[in-house]
């Protein structure tokens, strides 16, 4: 990442005006965080799109997503050796539409140290002390030093800025003292006497983004699908680690919107005692129709209520989402969840279910398997892989994933196919 990351500094030194809003020290060879923030002003933001859009493949880069709102444009990008990084573009520095910088001024104050350009001391102090202080958070104790610097360097000019934010109220200790709802009435009457038709342009922009990102799917959803014994958990925590650029989330089977169908039935006195014994997944004894039937519709409203209200919010807030094990894992193995009906009738259900983007299915030798875990007989696992089989044939979001090797070599896969699947669904939308 660090060659892209050279070439697209030497860009913006030459072609715009720009900030690091912090941890810059070792940009652009070195990263010290798991993303990087860069101030820029709006209207330099499509010749910056193109230029990604242009050059991330030249560099053996793919966009892995893209996210943008009022305030941010963040793309998320992994290179050739599977490295990720997150660009966070920021162009105004507000609150729900309300001013509390402007970047025009802050970037009037950047400085250069001879690799890329950085907020002097005041700056890199102001944006995250007013976003706690507006949100009724204290300033973090661990960025004292950065306050003390900054106030040091620049302290007239911090009370100077902080009493015309809040309409004469005071400095840095009025703005330790005041409450939230204060401080947010002061900033709204401040920025609208100062600014007001930047400031109705704000808010009106605000609520637009607001109101379709509510619509919007960002983020990403997978699901994991395979054996017992193929070696998902291992493969998933290596992905986690690799893709915790915005802390992925993870699900088991289903987002549990709704509890264990047996505790409601147990709490429901329709039985008598709960078997706990989760350690063996294919305990269960053979269901008829009808309770399957019933089962079937329960998981079938978790899995549909669970997405509108656990899952698309951290989609929308950019999160990554994993399931080990998804409705697909019914499909191919409906004995462990005790669903007793037809795979190809599963199947066709499975349209009714909200649908990750990457299903991938692990393949691995029957005979490894078995010697990692004999939950599973021979037959057992065979008849797994033809469901498998038959599901992946239909539909086009399901990926094979050979882990007979090192489990790096799994990850790797499916970092390949998610790179190149969304690049060529995300580069596209970047071009201004």
Known sequence: MSTFLSVLFEFLNRETEYAVLRNY?????????????????????????????DNAEKQKSRVLYHYQDSQFLTI?????????????????????GIDLLDERDVLKCRKFNGHVYHLNAMYTFLPKYLYCRILGAKYPEK?????????????VEIDILLRKLSLNG?????WNRAGKWNLRFRCVISSLWHHPWRAMCHAV?????????????????MSFTGPDGCGKTTVIDML?????????????????VFPNLGEVGYKAGIKKSVDRNYSAPHRGKRH??????????????????????????????????LFDRYFSDIIV??????????????TWWRLFIPACQYNFFFRVAPDTILSRKQELSREAIERIYSRMEYLASIDKHCFWIDNNGPPEDAVRQILTIIAEHQHEKYAKFLQK
Not at 81 to 95: E, I, K, M, S
Not at 212 to 221: C, E, P
Not at 333 to 346: M, P, Q, V, Y
């Open 333 to 346: 193995d409906h004995e462990r969840s005790g669903i007793f009906l037809g795979h190809k009738f599963l």
């Open 288 to 321: 008829g129709k009808f309770n399957s039937l019933i089962r079937l519709g329960y998981y079938s409203l978790d899995y549909i209520c669970g997405y509108w209200f656990k899952i698309l919010p951290l989609r929308q807030r950019k999160h990554i989402v």
């Open 240 to 256: 986690t680690e690799r893709l915790n650029v915005n802390p992925p989330l993870l699900f088991h089977f289903r987002p549990s």
């Open 143 to 155: 960025y004292s030093s950065v306050q003390e610097a900054a106030v040091m360097e620049s302290g």
């Open 25 to 53: 020290d070792g940009l652009p060879r070195r990263i010290d965080s798991r993303d990087i923030d860069v101030l820029i002003q709006r209207n330099q933001l499509g010749a910056i799109c193109n230029w990604i859009t």
């Open 205 to 221: 922009n605000f609520l637009r983004f607001y109101i379709r990102n509510l619509f919007v799917q960002r983020g990403l959803i």
């Open 76 to 96: 998320v990008l992994v290179d050739e050796n599977n490295g990720v990084c997150q660009l966070d573009f920021q162009y105004n520095f507000a609150w729900m």
């Open 170 to 174: 005071g400095g840095i200790d009025f």
